[in-house]
């Protein structure tokens, strides 16, 4: 059996069902958890969070601010590439750095870019 969303194999795994949908558990759990990147509850607990502890951002977030830092803009689908990353991984790290002010996006035409805040 394979997960209806991404076609990883389920074996040895108990499929989840969501929608009429068989889903392995990281489909799942995006299914139950999308990205929302205009958050202003997680803005203002990042905001606090920076200011108690200080800015600490992971490998993979330093990768993306590093990129985007030396592209000035960039969309989505080209950074995802340039990072051996899907999209979805993408869309992940960006809402964390844009509830941490950041990074921002914009759009230009039909693009929707990415930059420094």
């Known amino acids: 059996m394979k997960c209806e969303r991404c076609g990883a194999g389920l074996e040895g795994e108990e499929p989840r069902e969501h929608l009429g949908q068989a889903l392995c558990e990281d489909c799942y759990l995006e299914v139950l958890s999308p990205v929302r990147t205009c958050d202003p ?27 985007i830092k030396e592209k000035g803009e960039i969309p989505f689908p080209l950074a995802a590439q340039l990072l051996g990353w899907d999209e979805e991984e993408m869309r992940r790290e960006f809402a964390t750095l844009r509830h941490l002010e950041l990074l921002r996006a914009t759009k230009r035409g039909d693009l929707i870019l990415m930059t420094v805040f």
Request: avoid cysteine; charge should be positive.
């Open 41 to 67: 509850w997680a803005v203002h607990l990042a905001r606090s969070h920076k200011e108690r502890e200080g800015l600490q951002l992971t490998p993979r977030q330093q990768r993306l601010f590093d990129l």
